[in-house]
């Protein structure tokens, strides 16, 4: 019997000012894209803004439907842009902001874990850390080296191979 244990840290910031200027300008485009949320149920507005190797931000925000499974999250709506318009171009971080209109919006939240899924097969398939940069419309920010470190023991293509 063995106790295994894996690591997990990340950076923390009193404020957007502390952070070099792309992040914050990531950041800043995370918090602008909380306002293409379509949120009429849950009342949080997320907002997604991806930093691709090509210069361009490409941003996405929750997309809610009445059948509330068909609803979609800013993380997989950014990412789904960037395979269909940006096909080949890789990812280098990604900030997730929020506007929580039934409370504070002054914290970090962390991808849900089918994001989380997402992002670690993205990183997998480009063979390059997405750096993860959370905050709220105010307050603290985290910044995570890299996605697949909030999964750990993913399931992933390579458990399939025979
Ligand atoms: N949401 C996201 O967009 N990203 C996450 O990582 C967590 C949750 C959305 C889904 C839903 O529209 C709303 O936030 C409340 O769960």
Redesign the pocket.
Known sequence: MEKISRPFSYIRYDHIDSLDPKDHALLQQARRATSLAY?P??K?R?GAALQLSNGIIVSGA?Q?NASFPA?I???RVALSTVSSQYPGCKIEAMA?S?DNKAGESDHP????GI?RQSLAEWEQRQSFPIKIILGGLTGEIYIIEFASLLLPLAFSAGDMTV
């Open positions: 949120a149920y849950s949080f997320v929750n809610e609803g999250c800013a993380e997730l929020y939240v962390s991808p849900c994001c």
